[in-house]
């Protein structure tokens, strides 16, 4: 193959494409996040909004958007973790004849935990739902507990930077070429400092001269 000449604007242009075109993934990932977050799907929605918040090409308002959204998805899984051991106590302590205080509405919401089902994940539509039972100041303490949860969470969590990268197709031979400026009045020279990779100490050459001289005295010596 032929060799190309790679440019400075060569370059410019393809980070530039590949600019854009990261671009577009954040906005199709930021749109699948709300189509997900429409139907209830908060794992896939988490996802979508977790790329959009890494995407370093994204805008910043799109970037804080998803931010935003993303903070709000994990407090509302803390809450439902939180909320869901609270259901498990009371109704642990009332199958045991503790004595416990009857709440219906609590005991509705357990009835349709999806964790108690054995599911992993829940509706974020129906977090308020899952709430009731509760009074509003427990309410308020649960979402306080687990906003503190998520603030020391994304504190530990150092947010990955990659480097970006642009490599054009194997196989192609690439010639890059730049400018050189000199004085108009002198020649342009090339100075090069070459030495050998496989260089032989002075001691060792000395030796090999030593023997090749025996050798050719005895070859001599036995012509004779």
């Keep these: 193959q032929g060799v190309t000449d790679y440019t400075m604007e060569d370059y410019l242009a393809a980070m530039e494409s590949s600019r854009t075109e990261e671009q577009q993934k954040g906005k199709q990932s930021l749109q699948k996040a709300n189509d997900y977050l429409r139907q209830g799907k908060r794992k896939e929605a988490a996802k979508e909004l977790s790329k959009v918040t890494k995407n370093r090409s994204v805008d910043a308002a799109s970037n804080e958007d ?10 509302q899984q803390a809450v439902w973790g939180l909320n869901s ?44 739902d899952f709430l009731r039972g509760n009074t509003t100041e427990e309410k ?36 890059f070429t730049r400018g050189v400026q000199v004085a ?35 070859a001599s010596r036995k012509a004779a």
């Design 66 to 75: 998803a931010r935003v959204q993303l903070r709000k998805l994990q407090t």
């Design 85 to 128: 051991r609270r259901q498990r106590i009371y109704l642990d302590n009332k199958a045991a004849g503790n004595g416990v205080l009857r709440n219906a509405d609590l005991e509705d919401s357990a009835f349709n935990n999806p964790l108690f089902k054995g599911q992993q994940e829940f509706d974020v539509r129906q977090v308020d």
């Design 140 to 175: 308020k303490t649960l979402k306080t507990i687990a906003n503190r949860l998520i603030t020391q969470q994304m504190a530990t969590e150092p947010a990955p930077q990659t480097i970006s990268t642009v490599v054009r197709g194997r196989g192609e031979v690439l010639r």
């Design 184 to 218: 108009g009045a002198k020649e342009l020279a090339l100075e090069l400092d070459v030495a050998p990779t496989n260089e032989v100490p002075l001691g060792r050459s000395l030796l090999i001269l030593l023997g090749v001289g025996v050798v050719a005295a005895a």
